[in-house]
């Protein structure tokens, strides 16, 4: 139980074009989900939380104009990044906290995207 | 602000070595402590926790005991694995708050 998935994988897109990453919980439900960033060799950095029917709080530093984040239902979060620039690329991974079952977070598997 | 130090990586180590991985932490309060695991091209997992004072987590062979006295919680396994081989990342969250993450140690063991 307490998967989380993550659409696409991975993703390839080009300068100035929109893509939205699409965070999953399979077996549960989900109040509140997490956006990360992940650089090449370095650590997660928080990017959002997410609650279910309001608005994204955004970590100081992360531009929400840029990074739209969805969360329409308690199983799904979608984080949409507009005009994309080579520097968004990175490794994107969400992750979700059952609905009143404490405070563990389950992590969806990640999504790399590269901007050309 | 909270935060998460653990040590740096690479930790080289070969089969059936003992490991130890350092982390300690700066809170308020009492925090929960994590140690997440992440293989090659994959996501993270999580690999033991403990929510209290000396509370031992453990799971696949690892240990951590979580030391408020010296706000640590070091990873420990008596002998390592080629499989173990991965990024272990030491975390800590507070009253239902995204996790703070070290930035990671990368463990990698050889036959």
């Known amino acids: 139980g307490a998967v989380v998935s993550q659409h696409p994988s991975w993703v390839i897109c080009k300068s100035g074009t929109s893509v939205k990453i699409e965070c999953r919980s399979l077996d549960f439900q989900a109040t509140t989900m997490f956006w990360y960033r992940q650089f090449p060799k370095q650590s997660l950095m928080l990017m959002a939380t997410s609650n279910e029917g309001s608005k994204a709080t955004y970590e100081q530093g992360v531009e929400k104009d840029k990074f739209l984040i969805n969360h329409a239902s308690l199983t799904l979060s979608t984080l949409t990044v507009t005009s994309a620039h080579p520097e968004d690329s990175s490794f994107y991974i969400c992750?979700?906290?059952?609905?009143?079952?404490?405070?563990?977070?389950?992590f969806g598997p990640g999504t790399r995207l590269t901007v050309t | 602000g909270n935060s998460v130090t653990q040590m740096e990586g690479p930790v080289t180590l070969s089969e059936e070595a003992f490991l130890t991985i350092n982390c300690t932490y700066t809170a308020t309060g009492y925090p929960s402590l994590f140690w997440y695991v992440q293989y090659p091209g994959e996501g993270l997992q999580l690999l033991l926790k403990a929510t209290k004072a000396d509370d031992k987590g453990s799971n696949k062979g690892f240990e951590a005991t979580y030391r408020k006295e010296t706000t640590s919680f070091h990873l420990e396994k008596g002998s390592v694995q080629v499989s173990d081989s991965a990024v272990y990342f030491c975390?800590?969250?507070?009253?239902?708050?995204?996790?703070?993450f070290g930035k990671g140690t990368t463990l990698s063991v050889s036959s």
């Open positions: 992750s979700a906290r059952p609905t009143g079952l404490g405070f563990e977070q389950y």
């Open positions: 975390a800590l969250n507070q009253a239902g708050t995204a996790l703070i």
